[in-house]
């Protein structure tokens, strides 16, 4: 009887929701929007708003909260969102799989990556989309604290992140391909002619920085602390080809990986500074969730990065 009562409970969402409200509420936790929701699975609003209104229900928590447009997630809404990931994922891996055994490779292919990889996560997708045509392919590009939340979202199949500070979440972390990081000057710059500048030098000139939550900005602001220097901060930018323009533009020097470089021709306007202790040595990772069951596209991609990804490196 007591077993009875149980396994009721247990399965009271088996019962009542759907797999459609389930992959309706987790586009709505994603999008934190009724109309990009709408218009992402090809439905009404009235359609969307009925169908998470009865998974809210089956659930029996309210899972979000709307404060004029804006949509938030409660605690519950968060939990909730990740179980429904989970089982999209699971039914997709299964789709994959059975394709698989058909001999197809079809599927999607969702990887994240940390803004310096920008230039050359896209050659190696490229790549490995010639060889399995029928992929769908995102990428998606943030920083490192936009990629750990992406991370502990469950927001992708596989990630690409520079230093992998510790956390709560298991990781697979499997070291890749080298991420040095350089200071860049105008080329006209006095600096720019000299050799094993210290870095009290540096100090004292003005520099762009990246945003909060950006792996390169908390390096600088350790090293620089490391040695009891101030860093005179002139300007913020969130993008590494921005950061590239201002310092061109002289509103002061900067850190970036060598990556950003690349496309950088003899001509450049910009130069790479000698300054003691650079290029400072990094890497990138490839990363997942340790214990995550990786799709069959995501698997052969992760195979196919550390068989050829570096050959798509070009550094310096
Ligand atoms: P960031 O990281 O975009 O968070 O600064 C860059 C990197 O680690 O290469």
């Not at 989309?129 to 992929?135: D, L, N, V």
């Not at 030098?201 to 762009?208: G, K, Q």
């Not at 002139?234 to 950061?243: G, H, P, Q, W, Y």
Request: glycine share 6%; aromatic share 6%; with cysteine.
């Amino acid at each position: 009887m007591n077993r009875k009562r149980k396994g009721v409970a247990t399965h009271h969402l088996i019962r009542h929701a759907t797999l459609r409200q389930i992959q309706v509420f987790e586009a709505v936790a994603r999008n934190l929007s009724f109309t990009r929701t709408a218009e992402e699975l090809y439905l009404t609003q009235p359609t969307v708003s009925a169908q998470v209104k009865t998974f809210c229900e089956a659930v029996g928590m309210p899972l979000y909260e709307q404060v004029g447009r804006k949509i938030y997630l409660t605690e519950a809404g968060e939990m909730a969102a990740r179980s429904c990931r989970e089982v999209i994922d699971t039914l997709a891996n299964l789709e994959m799989s059975i394709a698989d055994l058909g001999g197809l490779k079809r599927g999607r292919l969702r990887v994240s990556v940390i803004t310096t990889a920008k230039y050359f996560a896209p050659v190696a997708m490229g790549e490995f989309a010639r060889q399995f045509p029928e992929i769908d392919l995102e990428l998606k590009v943030t920083n490192r604290k936009g990629l750990l939340q992406r991370l502990e979202n469950n927001l992708s199949d596989l990630y690409i992140s520079g230093h992998v500070p510790p956390s709560n979440l298991d990781l697979e972390v499997i070291p890749f391909a080298p991420n040095p990081l350089v200071v860049i000057a105008p080329r006209s710059h006095p600096l720019a002619e000299e050799q094993d500048i210290p870095l009290e030098r540096l100090a004292r000139e003005s520099f762009i920085l990246r945003e909060e939550g950006s792996g390169i900005r908390s390096t600088v602001e350790r090293l620089f602390t490391e040695h009891g220097l101030p860093i005179r901060q002139r300007m913020v930018l969130d993008s590494n080809e921005a950061i590239k323009h201002a310092v061109v533009g002289g509103l002061g020097l900067a850190v970036v990986s060598q990556h950003a470089l690349n496309l950088e021709g003899e001509n450049s306007p910009i130069a790479t500074l000698d300054v003691q202790g650079f290029p400072l040595e990094r890497q990138w990772n490839i990363v997942y969730p340790r214990g995550k069951e990786l799709s069959v596209v995501a698997r052969h991609f992760l195979e196919f990065l550390r068989e050829k990804g570096t050959s798509y490196i070009k550094l310096g």
